[in-house]
């Protein structure tokens, strides 16, 4: 079993839909990251949490320790938004080595 | 600032022949990352680098090697090439290990016969 889980695989919304992806670890982390890799393969780095929230634009991350999950907002969806979503963890004791969910699909239409 | 840079962004190898995967970053980052993408299986980590002179192995390090002379270089060598190396490889990096934002290079995809 992947120690890092997301959900959903796949994820359909019409424009201006507010979106959440999820994502579950079993695992002590130090850190979570969330990732977006583009149609054409490139993979940007959104946020990096340890705690609490961010916000970036449209995009809002939060994280719930004790719960071991966090969750990715997209307010107002936009096409350009259809990417893949990916959540990393870096988990206790490896000090370095991230460990990455199979990732979440989105596709905004307009 | 080029960021991190990948070579060959494709290339086809015949099983056995080896290569070099060249990545290059010019953001004085100490950490570097190497990783493979396969489908449905999520990225997974092959080695990493703390700094110059100092490699290690992440969770599928078998039939790769690395080394870091500089801290701008990071190559990713394949010792005998296997058609279960047949993926998309993505080197990263970041200012400190780990803990920072992670900057990805654009893939390089391999196939191997």
């Known amino acids: 079993k992947n120690e890092v889980e997301q959900s959903p695989q796949n994820l359909t919304a019409q424009e201006g839909e507010f979106i959440t992806i999820n994502c579950s670890y079993s695992?002590?982390?130090?850190?979570l990251h969330w990732l977006q890799q583009h149609p054409g393969g490139g993979i940007v780095s959104l946020f990096m949490?340890?705690?609490g929230k961010k916000k970036h634009g449209r995009l809002i991350a939060t994280i719930n320790i004790q719960e071991k999950h966090s969750s990715l907002h997209i307010t107002a969806s936009h096409p350009r938004d259809s990417a893949v979503y990916i959540c990393a963890v870096l988990k206790d004791n490896t000090g370095n080595q991230f460990y990455f969910g199979t990732g979440t699909s989105l596709t905004v239409i307009p | 600032n080029a960021g991190v840079t990948q070579t060959p962004k494709f290339q086809v190898l015949k099983t056995g022949q080896s290569m070099t995967l060249q990545c290059a970053q010019d953001?004085?980052?100490?950490?570097m990352s190497w990783y493979r993408q396969d489908p449905g299986m999520g990225l997974r980590l092959i080695h990493y680098?703390?700094?110059?002179?100092?490699?290690d192995q992440g969770e599928v390090p078998n039939g790769y090697n690395v080394s870091r002379s500089t801290t701008e270089d990071f190559p990713l060598r394949l010792l005998s090439a296997a058609p279960s190396q047949t993926s998309v490889y993505f080197c990263a990096s970041s200012i400190f290990a780990g803990q920072e934002t992670q900057y990805f290079g654009p893939g390089t995809r391999l196939l191997v016969l």
């Open positions: 949490l340890s705690s």
């Open positions: 680098s703390v700094g110059a002179g100092i490699t």
């Open positions: 953001m004085n980052h100490e950490y």
């Open positions: 695992v002590g982390i130090s850190a």
